[in-house]
């Protein structure tokens, strides 16, 4: 098991500095520049997970973010680790530790490995035949699915490490930093636009970096050599910014886009600290090239899911990036020539290969002589029909081909074998194209979806936009960017390229056996555990949508989303319903194209700034004194201000007492308060209200019912006169940016011809509000010059005065039913004012209190809070508040909606009060109210929408809605709880001093 | 998100902008002589097309002013930009 299999120097290995590791909490080395991945390989691992459904033993496949089963869990640190993550992506550092997940208990004894031989009675839809039934039975399942499944752990406790948002606006992005990005960068940069490179691995130049041959060449140098020469160069360029292990995830309309910069998972997590772990490119591009390259298509066939079945290319990579052999005997099936550029580098650092298998009878070509040369046997016109090995391949067996390639012919011949490599040609990476908007076509010649046309500014250039060969790609790219810059010139005209590769290709989507298929293995997608039979079997149930049978067989449902088996069970769909690829479509490549983190997408919006919160200008006094708050809408106000062991009903009652017996004060300054001036202001009122404003007399105070166009309360609140042509309008706390914007829109679009400016000013002034039948004497106090005689200022109305220097407006309105004054001064001299009142109320034992108290005092007054009482199903009549409706305006928002032949219903909701048969039992709010237990099935006929034990009355009081309840007065109804049912009687909603009398006490 | 073209700001981000629903639906003049069909016709009836749409939308994280757009709801092209009380554009 532990053998090395270093091989020879590779191009991003630093063989100089030698790097621990643990891996399934065995210790291992590697060295610094291997992925998790390459330096496993070069320990000779390959398990490194079980498969999804079957459990099977599955290794590394590829070298890059496509990769299905190498999905690792890194860290066992409850807050800093990471799931799903691929092997192939994670660069190795000092003390990284990872482990296998997918598998129970461990991943060379997995109990779950049983489901793969009971595999014939686990099909297609096998989850939703299975566990449909009995319903009762799903949890049971549920816990053994998900204990088997294992898609990782969550970290339990609060991520440490930082994370940001950047805004990024450029000229250009070229996404991907391959040859024909590159290229693109270069061009762009060079033509004076300001453009911006990303690639998500660490080092530049996609896979055409260590093609270094002969073979291959652009003007007479070894491709290699030629684009490093281009590297070093862009590096100096003065307009071209470049990030590299940057993976853009979304790319959206109007060239908007998503990416995902990691900044410090290359190091050692002691070296991180302080450090912003990863970053959120949102770039907003004015043109966007993509070069992402394409992606290397496996072959299908029986066991074709064996640790040490890897890629051809993924073991080109690790020999030559990382110099790792990932066998010892390899053997490479392709329908293809660059299995052959595999063969050769192979070749090159000395690694043995022991056969190709090509699927093609004829070959011709350069590349493939070259290795011919080298004594390579190769099977011309055959293909793999099954291989063997549990937890790594040690064999294949292998088959000729019949003329048409649906059959194998001949008798069988077996290899040994311990990595087979698999080309099946190339897939252009389309996921982004496709995710801006894009649309494709199929090419048939060599079976490729390419893009055909752009949605946006963008084009896509080089392999992912079908040029596959080195040739085509250069031949192509400065005509595209000329084209697409507008520019004249570009580096790249005239350029000579050798490519000694054959485009020739022999498709075979499902290749053949000499078994049935009822009776193999041949996997589509390796993460979700479909095979080629799961898709059969979905069209002869009857599926015929690619999206429809995706489901089905969960095909391309995986964290990778099906990058390497998608084409292949399109092709088998089209081949066995009949159906041309190009007519068939594709499935929908969704955002993001790799996994992202959740700290990265959050951001710096964790804890206190995960939201924004308002504070009033009296919040420091009542965090002071001891305040508990409550959220109302982004404002923090006082909720109740317990004292010493009280909890909050205690507190609450206190407070609701004290504010009848003697005074009350409340902090008001989160009211929504609107500015209302022209010579239209009083005509604008009388539209957005339900009563009538234009004979309320300056100085005066009116309450004001505002409704929606339906009909329906809208929100409500206290108006005052300041002038001819000059109101304060105020409304509820929540509603105000709402009701802001409503009446806007209306000035705007409907009314255009009003004098009216509205001017939002609730920030610009604290509220005050003190109350009680000792109010008068605590305000004559605070404000010594004001007359507040009943005749000079009676309830609601207004004045303008001063306390010192400090101008203020006083009103004398009410929200609690007592004797109260509403004091409006410049919000920073809020909190100076506020504790004058508190000293001059000392002698009346002035109480602050909270919103609970509030909304306890005015429920005895039946005074609805909209939102609460009311929503949005509501109109005043249903409130019972026909006497604030005018009969005599023509029009108002919402009036034509109150005749309505629903509106006008009988049986409508209506608010009603509720008295409990036992004056100490509390009603819940929102419990549902019934009149009928035994009825069947129960009719619901409203709900509880406010409800208190009163101190003042000393019993419990609730408001609700109930179908038909003005009519209802004095019945009897029930209230079912869980445990009990609880008769209430259906009252007035007004519990406490109906005649206003305390008002003008 | 798209990128719109405030005809009073500029062009900025949709996050600063909010969707005011169908453009060009009048308040009739004169509801109370409306019948329940009609009123409801105003009230509750709206186009939702795959294509060219005209919307109203509000700055709201800006200048708070109303304007019209011309969308074509299947890629979010925005085809025209227009102040309330114009003529909608030929598109
Ligand atoms: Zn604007």
Redesign the interface.
């Known amino acids: 098991m532990s053998k090395n299999l270093r091989v020879k120097k590779g191009k991003f290995i630093d063989e100089t500095s030698r790097v621990s590791f643990k891996f399934n909490r065995k210790k291992f080395y590697g060295f610094k520049g291997d992925t998790l991945a390459s330096a496993l390989l070069a320990n000779n691992v390959h398990l490194v997970g079980r498969s999804f459904k079957y459990h099977r033993p599955r290794g590394i496949m590829t070298a890059g973010s496509e990769e299905p089963n190498a999905i690792v869990q890194l860290h066992n640190d409850s807050s800093r680790t990471d799931a799903n993550v691929r092997a192939t992506e994670v660069e190795i550092y000092e003390g990284l530790e990872a482990t296998s997940q997918n598998c129970w208990p461990s991943v060379n004894f997995d109990i779950g490995g049983i489901n793969n031989f009971f595999s014939p009675l686990l099909p297609a839809g096998f989850y939703y035949k299975t566990f449909m039934w009995p319903a009762s039975f799903w949890e049971k399942y549920e816990y053994f699915i998900r204990k088997s499944a294992g898609l990782g752990k969550s970290p339990t406790r609060p991520d440490p490490d930082i994370y940001e948002h950047r805004y990024i606006h450029c000229d250009v992005l070229v996404i991907g930093a391959g040859i024909s990005g590159i290229m693109a960068a270069k061009t762009a940069a060079k033509s004076g636009f300001k453009t911006l490179l990303v690639d998500e691995k660490p080092n530049l130049g996609g896979s055409t970096i260590y093609q270094d041959t002969n073979l291959f060449k652009i003007n007479n140098q070894n491709s290699g050599s030629w684009l490093e020469k281009e590297i070093n160069e862009i590096k100096k360029l003065k307009n071209l910014e470049i990030k590299t292990r940057t993976s853009v995830a979304a790319f959206h309309g109007y060239n908007f886009l998503l990416a995902r910069e990691s900044l410090i998972d290359h190091l050692p997590i002691e070296q991180r600290k302080n450090k912003t772990r990863q970053r959120l490119l949102k770039i907003r591009a004015k043109k966007v090239i993509t070069a992402t390259g394409s992606i290397e298509r496996p072959l299908i066939f029986d066991n074709n899911d064996r640790p040490g079945i890897l890629l051809s290319s993924a073991i080109k990579k690790y020999a030559d990036f990382f110099g790792v052999a990932c066998g010892e005997k390899n053997i490479l099936l392709t329908n293809n020539d660059s299995a052959y550029e595999t063969a050769i580098s192979l070749i090159q650092k000395g690694i043995n290969i022991e056969a190709i298998i090509d699927n093609r009878e004829s070959i011709d070509s350069k590349l493939i002589y070259e290795v011919e040369k080298n004594n390579i046997k190769i099977f011309k016109g055959f293909t793999v029909v099954n291989t063997s090995g549990y937890k790594k391949i040690n064999g294949v067996s292998i088959m000729e081909l019949s003329k048409d390639g649906q059959k194998v012919i001949g008798s069988k011949i077996n290899l040994s074998c311990d990595c087979l490599g698999i080309s099946g040609g190339w897939t252009p990476a389309v996921h982004l194209f496709t995710q801006s908007g894009g649309k494709l076509q199929f090419r048939d010649e060599d079976q490729v979806f390419i893009p055909k046309t752009y949605p946006s500014d963008q084009i896509s250039v080089g392999s992912c936009n079908g040029d596959l060969e080195l040739d085509k790609i250069i031949l192509n790219i400065s005509k595209s960017l000329k084209e697409f810059l507008n520019i004249k010139k570009t580096d790249y005209e005239n350029i000579e390229v050798l490519s000694s590769m054959n485009k020739s290709k022999r498709n075979i989507w499902l290749l053949p056996s000499d078994k049935i298929i009822g009776k193999t293995k041949p996997f589509i997608d390796y993460q979700n555990d479909a095979t080629a039979k799961d898709i059969k079997l979905a069209l002869r149930e009857g599926f015929r949508s690619i999206e429809h049978v995706k489901r089905y067989t969960t095909t391309g449902m995986g964290t990778d989303q099906g990058k390497l088996g998608n084409m292949h069970a399109l092709g088998i769909i089209s081949e066995t319903s009949g159906t041309k690829m190009g007519e068939l479509g594709t499935t929908t490549f969704r955002p993001p194209y790799t996994p992202l983190t959740f700290g990265t997408i959050v951001g710096r919006n964790v804890g206190e700034y995960f939201d924004i919160f308002r504070k009033t200008p009296l919040h420091d006094w009542h965090t002071n004194n001891n305040a508990e708050f409550e959220n109302v809408g982004q404002w923090k106000r006082a909720w109740y201000y317990p004292k010493k062991d009280e909890n909050m009903h205690q507190a609450v009652q206190r407070e609701s007492k004290a504010a009848r017996e003697s005074a009350g004060i409340l902090d008001a300054s989160t009211l929504g308060k609107i500015d209302i001036q022209g010579t239209d202001a009083s005509e604008f009122l009388n539209r957005v209200y339900t009563n009538a404003w234009s004979k309320l007399a300056i100085g005066k105070c009116r309450y004001g019912l505002m409704l929606n166009e339906d009909g329906m309360v809208y929100d409500d609140g206290v108006t005052t006169r300041l002038g001819e042509n000059h109101y304060i309008m105020t409304t509820t706390t929540g509603g105000a940016a709402n009701v802001m914007g409503k009446l806007e829109d209306y000035l705007q679009t409907e009314w255009p011809e009003l004098d009216v400016y509205l001017t939002s000013v609730t920030d610009h002034y604290a509220t005050i509000s003190v109350c009680g039948p000792n109010s008068k004497k605590i305000i004559s106090k605070v404000i010594p010059n004001l007359d507040l005689t009943d005749e000079n200022f009676p309830h609601m109305s207004f004045k303008n005065s001063n306390i010192e220097k400090v101008k203020c407006r006083v009103m004398r309105i009410s929200f609690t039913g007592e004797h109260s004054y509403e004091i409006n001064v410049q919000a920073n001299y809020g909190k100076s004012v506020w504790e004058k009142c508190m000293e001059a109320g000392r002698d009346f034992n002035i109480t602050p209190y909270g919103t609970e108290t509030m909304h306890l005092l005015r429920a005895e007054k039946g005074f609805i809070i909209v939102g609460q009482d009311t929503d949005a199903t509501m109109t005043p009549i249903d409130l019972q508040m026909d006497w604030i409706v005018s009969k005599k305006k023509y029009d108002f928002i919402g009036k034509r909606s109150l005749y309505r032949s629903d509106t006008i219903k009988d049986d409508r909701k209506q608010l009603v009060g509720l008295l409990t048969d036992n004056p100490n039992e509390v009603l819940e709010e929102g419990a549902q109210i019934i009149a009928d237990i035994n009825k069947s099935p129960v009719e619901m006929l409203g709900h509880v929408t406010s409800s208190y034990y009163s101190p003042n009355l000393n019993k419990s009081i609730a408001l609700g809605v109930v179908r038909g309840g003005k009519n209802m007065m004095g019945q009897k109804l029930i209230i079912p709880m869980e445990k009990k049912n609880i008769n209430v009687t259906v009252s007035d909603p007004v519990f406490l001093d109906k005649e206003n009398k305390r008002l003008n006490d | ?3 719109i073209n405030c005809p009073f700001c500029g062009e900025r981000e949709q996050s600063e902008f ?1 969707a ?1 629903g169908e453009a060009h639906i ?2 009739p003049k ?3 002589e ?1 019948s ?1 069909d009609e ?2 016709e105003y ?1 509750f009836m709206r186009k939702n097309i795959k294509g060219i749409q005209f919307e ?1 939308w ?1 700055h ?1 994280h800006g200048c ?3 304007f019209n757009i011309v969308r074509d709801t299947s ?2 092209e925005i085809k025209a930009v227009y102040k ?2 114009k003529k909608p554009p030929l598109v």
């Open positions: 998100m798209f990128l909010k005011g009048v308040r004169q509801p109370t409306l329940d009123w409801a009230l109203r509000n709201i708070r002013k109303w890629n979010d309330m009380g």
